[in-house]
T-cell receptor, first 116, second 108 residues
Framework: GAGVSQSPSNKVTEKGKDVELRCDPI?????LYWYRQSLGQGLEFLIY????????KSGLPSDRFSAERTGGSVSTLTIQRTQQEDSAVYLC??????????????FGSGTRLTVV | RKEVEQDPGPFNVPEGATVAFNCTYS??????FFWYRQDCRKEPKLLMS???SGNEDGRFTAQLNRASQYISLLIRDSKLSDSATYLC?????????FGKGTTLSVSS
């Protein structure tokens, strides 16, 4: 597509429920990243996918968080047993790939997750 | 020490003013540097890359000092539309690490 598409744009869920967030990157972008931004805070790196390589999961805050990327395109971020501290905006970004870090990322408009 | 540190501001300046933001980073192995802009409740957008030789894009000038691990952004002739949060960004391997941002408010 023309840009990075994320869905849903807003999600309210009850504490303890599982949620799935979706990201559709720019066509042809082999690198995909998930970040989250809590209110008044900076962006926190979560996970990185590059082509068929094993993902860099070093930023995932707990084992309740997981992500997958099917067919090298669409990615889903799953949060199990959500907690109130998981409330944040979850941002997905894509870029041309490992050797193209110098070009920066294009972000989607994010999913605003509220855990009540 | 945080990976990327910025003065959070806010910087309140009148239209037409020149304003400078600074940023320091801790990872001497970093090779890629950027400034992003984030408007309220919006996603970050790439403003400009930062090169060792310094680079300019219209009213915006970015500088990098690798020895001091210091990055700057200069905005000349500020416009109301420049009001936003400016994020300093540095790579750690293949990931980009974002500072918390400096808030700029330009008033008429």
């Amino acid at each position: 597509g023309a840009g990075v598409s994320q869905s849903p744009s807003n999600k309210v869920t009850e504490k303890g429920k599982d949620v799935e967030l979706r990201c559709d990157p720019i066509s042809g972008h082999t690198a995909l990243y998930w970040y989250r931004q809590s209110l008044g805070q900076g962006l926190e790196f979560l996970i990185y996918f590059q082509g068929n390589s094993a993902p860099d999961k070093s930023g995932l805050p707990s084992d309740r968080f997981s992500a997958e990327r099917t067919g090298g395109s669409v990615s889903t971020l799953t949060i199990q047993r959500t907690q109130q501290e998981d409330s944040a905006v979850y941002l997905c970004a894509s870029s041309l790939g490992r050797s193209r870090t110098s070009y920066g990322y294009t972000f989607g408009s994010g999913t605003r997750l509220t855990v009540v | 020490r945080k990976e990327v540190e910025q003065d959070p501001g806010p910087f309140n300046v009148p239209e037409g003013a020149t304003v400078a933001f600074n940023c320091t980073y801790s990872n001497s192995a970093s090779q890629s540097f950027f400034w992003y802009r984030q408007d309220c409740r919006k996603e970050p957008k790439l403003l400009m890359s930062v090169y060792s030789s310094g680079n300019e894009d219209g009213r915006f000038t970015a500088q990098l000092n690798r020895a001091s691990q210091y990055i700057s952004l200069l905005i000349r002739d500020s416009k109301l539309s420049d009001s936003a949060t400016y994020l300093c960004v540095v790579n750690r391997g293949t990931a980009l690490i974002f500072g918390k941002g400096t808030t700029l408010s330009v008033s008429s």
